[in-house]
Structures are given as structure tokens and as C-alpha cells.
């Protein structure tokens, strides 16, 4: 539904709702919710050089190589794609859930409502197929 406007006025309609909850956001929770996770990033670069490092190794393991330049630029490959990644990996790891957690912390600031179901009659255990309850 869009609001309609008429002149300078703006009419709002609005749909009622039971309750509202606003929670309080500090400027740097808000910046870094802004700057998002480099988590996604981190991982994709790990996968892309563990597979580029398992690639050249597979090729030393499985092809002969004329020129010993070529053989240590695929070993160069595979030392720096495989340190790279691991490291890329774990610095994942760490970061995966720095977002999660703020948003935790945000929603944590309001307290859960107890709803009190005292007016509510008390649940009664009726046996199924003519069975009485032992005990």
C-alpha cells in the first residue's frame, strides 16, 4: 500500500500491532554491522589457493616435468597456496561469527517477556484407549 498525498498533507495508514521493540544500537556496533564480515571473502580466497596448491601438486605427482624451473615453480605454487590457504582458513574460522555475536549482544539488551498464565486452567492428562495412568 502506498501512501496517498493530497496538497502538503501526507496520510499514513497504519496497521495496529500488540507491541513494538526498539533496541538501543552504540555508533560502533553500527559501523560494524555497516562494514559487514570479511569472513565470505576470506573463504573463498582459502578455497580458490588450496585448490590451486592441490592442483599443482597433483601435476607434479602425475606429470614429468622437461625444465627443473618449471618443477620448483610448481613446488612455489603449492608451498604458498597451501600456507596462504591454511592461514586464510583459520583467520575464517575466528571471524566467521563476529556479526552473529554483535546482533546477540543487541538482542540480549531487552529481556525476554514472562507471559503469566495463571488465569490459563491447568493442563489435564486424559489416557487414550480407556487406559488409567500408573502411578
Known sequence: MTPEVIGEKLIVRRGRVDSVDLFEVKENELELLEKGSPAGLQLNFSVFLLSIAFSSILTLA??????????????????????????????????????????????????????????????????????????
Open 62 to 135: 602425475t606429470a614429468t616435468v622437461k625444465w627443473p624451473i618449471m618443477e620448483i615453480v610448481f613446488v612455489v605454487i603449492a608451498v604458498i597456496g597451501i600456507l596462504l590457504g591454511i592461514y586464510l582458513l583459520i583467520s575464517w574460522w575466528k571471524t566467521k561469527s563476529c556479526i552473529a555475536k554483535i546482533i546477540v549482544i543487541i538482542r540480549e539488551r531487552i529481556q525476554p517477556e514472562v507471559i503469566d498464565d495463571s488465569d490459563q486452567p491447568p493442563e489435564v492428562y486424559v489416557p487414550r484407549n480407556n487406559q488409567t495412568p500408573v502411578g
